[in-house]
């Protein structure tokens, strides 16, 4: 598989997860589905988080991950994806809510965010059903729990 990762980092958070990581999490996703693909990952804090997810959702607060597809004419053979930007105090603070460690949450991340760029969505629960399933596989697959159950 050929996959190119452009990291950004513009937050501030310490304990960042590596290029390489962020690189092994999203070819993981495009396994099967894309033998190429060039996506950016931009890693930022809350202020940023917020004011995309409210300028492009509507959402007037931060969030965890945030993908956008990349808009190409289907005639043009490029493999550029998309972006992602994953809010890192988000990220953490979920990890910490959900009892699970901070490295399986941003692997969950980028991979939930990848499998966006690829198409697949959650609003539909038949939708949810088969993206929660993947992501499941994907992530146990790469030796962290499942994502979808919390410790308590």
Known sequence: MD?????QIASAAE???????IETWAEA????????????????DEAESHSLNHQYRGKDKPTNVLSFP???????????????????????REAAEQHKT???H???MVVHGTLHLLGFDHIEDTEAEI??????EILTGLGYPAPYTTKE
């Open 106 to 108: 941003w692997a969950h």
């Open 15 to 21: 304990a960042l997860p590596s290029a390489e990581q």
């Open 29 to 44: 996703a495009l396994a099967g589905r894309r033998d190429e693909a060039e996506l950016s990952v931009r890693i930022v």
């Open 102 to 104: 901070p490295e399986s």
């Open 70 to 92: 990349a808009d190409l004419p289907p005639d043009l053979p490029l493999p550029l994806l998309g972006d992602l930007v994953i809010c890192a105090p988000v990220v953490l």
């Open 3 to 7: 996959i190119t990762v452009d990291l």
């Open 131 to 136: 993206m929660e399933n993947l992501e499941t």
